[in-house]
């Protein structure tokens, strides 16, 4: 039903697994036509909160709508007006390229007609119109993403949930499902998904939350989040080996923060210029130095920690 509200809104938006909290009191307004990412390490809450949204688990405690819809109670009509594209593509291998769209559009009840027209549009979307007959197997894992991104449209969704869209795609498959999600953003689709990727997040994402530990620890625009969570630049320091607890305090003063790394120190610096006259001043001889500027994976690593969780 229209609504001059959110799309999607959550207050105090909680999912217990017994003792476990997944996700713990989330609040949440994403409006239509907008891109939004959740990025957080794993465990973070952040696929518990997919599935919430998309009403296939249900919400422990707290407040969620959809399309201004209960999930508890309209689970039918909110998944009727999704796209779902999973981390795994869960493709039947048994059948063609178009058929794997025609069949699961029965599932929404669209007559056949109307799904070959709809299927023979997404392949072309898609570009894998000269595959339409081909056995989905042989596909590569690109082609394999893509299809998936077109079964998920094949109900025309006013909003597309997308699970980590470009996991394991080499740099051409991925760009191409990037320009693809941006036309349908473009066409009034509204986007919400979850990646490891601080690219693409920054590439695709009008807004995103970090996740941890069940709760969102930062918000904002990707610009926003780096201005207020890092610098402008980063200098990165390769000292030979043994020199990794080289002396920095000559950068007191131009450095924000100073992290050390097993292979590297990064210094974090509104004038990375100011910040190498300084390591020069001081007589350092990095045997590498590369100077960039921040971005969200500096902001990700700030707020959840370097330290890997399996």
């Given at each position: 039903?229209?609504?001059?509200?959110?799309?999607?809104e959550a207050?105090?938006?909680?999912?217990?697994?017994?003792?476990?909290?997944?996700?713990?009191?989330?609040?949440?307004?994403i409006?239509?036509?907008?891109?939004?990412?959740f990025l957080g390490?794993?465990?973070?809450?952040k696929?518990?909160?997919?599935?919430?949204?998309?009403?296939?688990?249900?919400?422990?405690?707290?407040?969620?709508?959809?399309?201004?819809?209960d999930?508890?109670t309209?689970?039918?009509?909110i998944r009727?007006?999704?796209g779902?594209?999973?981390q795994?593509?869960?493709?039947?291998?048994e059948l063609?390229?178009e058929?794997?769209?025609v069949?699961?559009g029965r599932y929404?009840?669209?007559?056949?007609?109307?799904?070959?027209?709809?299927?023979?549009?997404?392949?072309?979307?898609?570009q894998?119109?000269e595959?339409?007959k081909?056995?989905?197997?042989?596909?590569?894992g690109?082609?394999?993403?893509?299809?998936t991104i077109?079964?998920?449209l094949?109900?025309d969704?006013?909003?597309?949930l997308?699970?980590e869209?470009?996991?394991?795609?080499?740099?051409?498959?991925?760009?191409?499902v990037?320009?693809?999600?941006y036309?349908?953003?473009?066409?009034?689709?509204?986007?919400?998904l979850?990646?490891?990727?601080?690219d693409?997040?920054e590439?695709?994402?009008?807004?995103?939350?970090v996740?941890?530990?069940?709760?969102?620890?930062?918000?904002?625009?990707p610009?926003?989040?780096?201005?207020?969570?890092?610098?402008?630049?980063?200098?990165?320091?390769?000292?030979?080996?043994?020199?990794?607890?080289?002396?920095l305090?000559?950068?007191d003063?131009?450095?924000?923060?100073?992290?050390?790394l097993?292979?590297?120190?990064?210094?974090?610096?509104?004038d990375?210029?100011?910040?190498?006259?300084?390591?020069?001043?001081a007589?350092l001889?990095?045997?590498?130095?590369?100077?960039?500027r921040?971005?969200?994976?500096?902001?990700?690593?700030r707020?959840?920690?370097?330290?890997?969780?399996?």
């Open positions: 039903m229209p609504s001059d509200g959110p799309l999607i207050h105090a938006l909680t999912k217990r697994f017994g003792a476990f909290t997944a996700v713990d009191g989330v609040e949440l307004a409006g239509k036509g907008e891109s939004f990412g390490p794993n465990g973070a809450g696929s518990s909160t997919m599935r919430m949204i998309a009403a296939v688990s249900p919400v422990t405690s707290g407040y969620l709508r959809v399309f201004g819809l999930p508890a309209d689970g039918p009509a009727a007006r999704l779902v594209v999973p795994e593509d869960s493709l039947d291998t063609s390229v058929e794997n769209l069949v699961y929404f009840d669209l007559a056949r007609p109307l799904l070959r027209q709809r299927a023979a549009e997404l392949l072309e979307f898609v894998l119109s595959r339409a081909d056995q989905v197997e042989p596909l590569s690109g082609m394999k993403r893509r299809l077109a079964r998920g094949v109900n969704p006013e909003l597309l997308l699970d869209p470009t996991t394991g795609l080499d740099p051409q498959a991925r760009h191409l990037w320009d693809r999600l036309r349908l953003k473009q066409d009034g689709t509204t986007l919400v979850t990646t490891h990727y601080m693409e997040a590439q695709l994402c009008d807004r995103l939350v996740m941890d530990g069940g709760r969102i620890v930062a918000e904002g625009t610009v926003d989040l780096i201005r207020e969570h890092s610098t402008r630049e980063v200098v990165e320091l390769r000292f030979p080996p043994g020199d990794a607890e080289v002396d305090d000559a950068v003063g131009v450095a924000s923060r100073i992290e050390r097993p292979d590297r120190v990064l210094v974090y610096t509104d990375s210029d100011a910040a190498l006259a300084r390591v020069a001043t007589g001889r990095p045997a590498a130095v590369l100077t960039r921040s971005t969200l994976e500096d902001v990700f690593l707020l959840t920690g370097r330290q890997l969780i399996d």
